[in-house]
């Protein structure tokens, strides 16, 4: 079973910028569906970005243009790099894996975007 570790969250200011990391155990992690989720206060979970084992890759609306996801299957890691960001970003991003049956998530780093 693969096991998925956030870190990079942080308070940072508007405008500003984050990169979020996620990294697999094992090594499998690499043909795995990857995706950020985030949840801000007092709001359902919503999808962020998504990347196949291939790189393909989808965004939210909302942060088109700002955020990219990429993978490194050499490092068993999938980031998330977070520019121009703003308060309403603010939440706990999650990181997600699928493969067949298997649905794993992490433990969720904070972003908190704030003056």
């Known amino acids: 079973q693969v096991q998925l570790v956030e870190s990079g969250g942080g308070l940072v200011q508007p405008g500003g910028s984050l990169r979020l990391s996620c990294a697999g155990s094992?090594?499998?992690?690499?043909?795995?569906?990857v995706a950020w989720y985030r949840q801000a206060p007092g709001k359902q979970r919503e999808s962020v970005a998504v990347i196949s084992s291939g790189g393909r890759t989808d965004y939210a609306d909302s942060v088109k243009g700002r955020f990219t996801i990429s993978r490194d299957n050499t490092k068993n890691t999938v980031y998330l790099q977070m520019n121009s960001l703003k308060p309403e970003d603010t939440a706990v991003y999650y990181c997600?894996?699928?493969?067949?049956?298997?649905?794993?998530w992490g433990q969720g780093t904070r972003v908190t975007v704030s003056s």
């Open positions: 997600n894996g699928v493969l067949g049956g298997s649905n794993v």
């Open positions: 094992g090594t499998i992690f690499s043909i795995y569906v």
